[in-house]
């Protein structure tokens, strides 16, 4: 299995697939996680129970099989804490889009914007994708603080598509385009 390192070694953060023979660790890092990843996310939500996690990470599986979705987890001094996914990647139409979640005790590190970066210079770089969305709830700062920090754009504002635990959320939709992205990796 591969591991990438997200940042100095001090750090200890590593991104690597995750996968459902991992399913127990998954399940336990969101039962850790499950108040402050879900105050802007489903993912908690549809991983209440250990048979959950497996189908969930089950169905990513599947979708990196049919190339369509992944997903991968962040850890850091060997415990899970966090991780991105594509979870629409969309070859045909050169559209992807990439999501995260974190742990409280692992935010303000830039792991996420470190291991997003990844996901995006392999999407565009390797798979020659033109368009990568960021979707995420208007209430989510550290969310668009991210979007920010990687150089996308916000396109728009949803009003009210987000249902979130029974209430209504805007969501907003940032991008970068490929062009836009290798020239912000030239800058950096």
């Known amino acids: 299995m591969f591991a990438i390192p997200l940042g100095p070694a001090d750090l200890k953060a590593e991104l690597r697939p995750l996968e459902p023979w991992q399913a127990e660790e998954f399940f336990a890092h969101i039962d850790r996680g ?3 990843i879900g105050r802007h996310a489903p993912l908690t939500d549809v991983n209440r129970t250990l048979d959950e996690s ?15 979705g992944r997903i991968h987890g962040i850890w850091q001094d060997g415990t899970l804490v966090g991780g991105v996914l594509f979870r629409i990647f969309d070859t045909s139409e050169g559209l992807c889009e990439v999501g995260c979640w974190l742990e409280a005790t692992a ?3 830039g792991l996420i914007t470190r291991a997003i970066r990844v996901l995006i210079d392999w999407a565009v770089e390797e798979r020659g994708m033109h368009r990568v969305e960021w979707h995420t709830s ?5 969310s668009i603080r991210a979007a920010e920090r990687l150089g996308m754009r916000r396109d ?16 907003e939709i940032w991008s970068v ?12």
């Open 107 to 109: 935010t303000g590190q």
């Open 34 to 36: 499950r108040e402050h």
């Open 54 to 68: 497996r189908a969930f990470l089950t169905r990513y599986a599947q979708k990196q099989a049919t190339d369509t």
């Open 156 to 171: 728009g504002v949803l009003r009210d598509a987000d249902l979130h635990r029974g209430e209504r959320h805007d969501l």
């Open 177 to 188: 385009l490929a062009p836009e992205w290798r020239e912000l990796r030239a800058r950096a």
């Open 138 to 142: 208007a209430a989510n700062e550290a």
